[in-house]
C-alpha cells in the first residue's frame, strides 16, 4: 500500500503544471480596460468600458456613453441591470464607463476628495479637478476610441458621487445630455450647488435626483431641499424630475435610481 501511494505522489509530481487560465470576462460586462494617469489630479484611474451587445467597432453607429464615478462597485452592478433593460424596457443599448480607483482603502480610494464640492468649511474640494480629468482627459479618450455618442452623454453618481453630478450640472450644464444623481450627500459644500448655473446651449438637457425612501432622513432632506430650490427658480439649463425610490435604501438600490433615471432619460416605462 505504501508503494502504491508513493508510486502515486511520483506520478502527480512529474505530470506537468498547466498554466493558470484567465477568467473570462462575465459576458454582460464584457469590452475593455485601460488606465489613466491624469495629470489634472496627479493619480490614476481604472477605466472599465462595457460594450454594448452586438458592439462593433468598424460600424457607424454611437452608442449612448454612461460615465459611472464609483466603479469600483457601480460598474459591475449596473453593467448586467444595463443589459436587462434593453431586453425588459426596450432602452437602447449603450456604452458603459466605470472610473474606478482599484479598491477601497483610503490610501487609493480619493471619493471624499475627487467627488467634494466647494463650500464653507470645506478643506479639500476635488470636484473642480475631477470635472477637469472627465472633460480633458477621459472623455476625449473615450470618444477617439469607442463607438460613443457626444451628443448623448450620461453621468451617474451615487452618494457623494450623487453630489458631482449636481455640481456637474450647475457648472458645466452642456457636458451631459443625462445626469442621474442617487441619494446624493450634499449638506457639505451645498453653496456651490445652489449657486446660478452655467449657461448652456443646449435644450434637451434631463437631470434625474433619486432619493430612498429608506435613505438616511438627513440625505432625504437634503435632497429635497435641493430640488425645491432649483423647482422655484424661474430658469434652469435642464428638465427636472425627482424620484422617491420605495422602500430604497442608500447603496444597495443603486439598480433602481439607474433604472428609474434611465427610463426618464429615454421616455419608458418600466416594465412590472
Known amino acids: 500500500m505504501r508503494l502504491l501511494l508513493g508510486l502515486t505522489i511520483l506520478l502527480l509530481a512529474a505530470m506537468p503544471v ?107 474640494a476635488g470636484a473642480e479637478a475631477f470635472q477637469r480629468f472627465l472633460v480633458e482627459e477621459l472623455i476625449p479618450r473615450i470618444e477617439a476610441r469607442y463607438r460613443s455618442d457626444p451628443q448623448r452623454r450620461i453621468l451617474f453618481g451615487q452618494s457623494r458621487g450623487g453630489a458631482f453630478v449636481l455640481y456637474s450640472a450647475v457648472t458645466d450644464p452642456d457636458r451631459f445630455w443625462g445626469r442621474i444623481a442617487s441619494n446624493p450627500s450634499i449638506t457639505s459644500g451645498i453653496e456651490s450647488l445652489l449657486s446660478p448655473a452655467a449657461p448652456a446651449t443646449r435644450r434637451d438637457l434631463n437631470l434625474i435626483v433619486a432619493s430612498g425612501t429608506r435613505d438616511r432622513t438627513d440625505l432625504q432632506s437634503e435632497a429635497a431641499l435641493w430640488l425645491s430650490d432649483w423647482e422655484a427658480r424661474p430658469s434652469r439649463p435642464w428638465m427636472l424630475h425627482g424620484v422617491r425610490i420605495e422602500g430604497g435604501t442608500h447603496a444597495a438600490d443603486a439598480p433602481a435610481a439607474y433604472r428609474q433615471g434611465m427610463a426618464r432619460l429615454f421616455g419608458q416605462k418600466p416594465a412590472l
Open 18 to 124: 498547466r498554466a493558470q487560465e484567465t477568467a473570462p470576462t462575465p459576458a454582460a460586462m464584457r469590452g475593455d480596460y485601460f488606465f489613466v494617469s491624469s495629470t489634472e489630479i496627479g493619480r490614476g484611474f481604472h477605466i472599465y468600458v462595457r460594450y454594448p451587445e452586438g458592439y462593433d467597432p468598424s460600424a457607424r453607429r454611437l452608442y449612448p456613453t454612461v460615465y459611472v464615478t464609483d466603479g469600483d462597485s457601480l460598474f459591475p452592478m449596473l453593467a448586467p441591470v444595463q443589459l436587462f433593460l434593453h431586453y425588459d424596457d426596450g432602452l437602447p443599448e449603450m456604452l458603459m464607463v466605470g472610473i474606478a480607483y482599484g479598491g477601497f482603502d483610503p490610501s487609493v480610494n480619493r471619493r471624499n476628495i475627487d467627488f467634494q464640492t466647494p463650500g464653507d468649511g470645506v478643506e479639500q
